[in-house]
């Protein structure tokens, strides 16, 4: 049963992922060609292959966190508020069209991104590591995200 949980725990981020980007696969394309995007933004290719990676990432160094003796109530606890704001940010941003609550939830998903990897690092250093391209990744979302919405507010088919 032990081995089941820990296969669930290790693809539960990418399973959700994937079907908050079936959820969003009208709207992101749509948004990427419509609304002017900040320097440095990357082209749409790259989502896809990006977000799988994390995905599988923050589900290993969750693992390996768990596999640890001891209590993992502020592990878990960080590892779900953040893989939430994750999948938040998808249906607020593409769904919803609710770019400011969207704005908001970046920074506090940079925020729980660096906290749970603060966690990890100090009860896996491994784990720590595994979760640094996601704290990257977390921290240009929030750069492309005040971008976006900078440079798309006042175009009254950017929010609802």
């Known amino acids: 049963m ?11 981020p990418l399973a959700g992922g994937s079907l908050i980007g079936k959820m ?16 440095f933004s990357p082209p749409k290719k790259a989502f896809p292959i990006v977000w799988p990676i994390l995905y599988l990432m923050m589900g290993v160094a969750y693992v390996l966190v768990k596999v640890r003796r001891g209590k993992h109530m502020a ?29 908001v939830d970046s920074f506090l998903l940079l925020g729980a991104v660096i906290a749970t990897t603060a966690i990890y690092l ?9 979760m640094l391209p996601y704290v990257i990744w977390s921290a240009y ?19 609802n």
């Open 24 to 39: 969003t696969a009208k709207e992101a394309p749509k948004d990427f060609k419509k609304f002017k995007k900040p320097p």
């Open 122 to 130: 100090k009860k896996r250093p491994l784990a720590g590591f595994l």
């Open 2 to 12: 032990n081995i089941i949980r820990r296969i669930v725990e290790l693809f539960t």
């Open 75 to 103: 592990e878990t606890i960080a590892h779900y508020v953040q893989l939430g704001l994750n999948f938040a940010w998808s249906l607020l941003y593409f769904k919803e069209k609710a770019r400011r609550l969207a704005l």
């Open 141 to 159: 979302a929030s750069y492309l995200t005040t971008g976006n919405y900078v440079l798309n507010k006042d175009n009254p088919n950017y929010m």
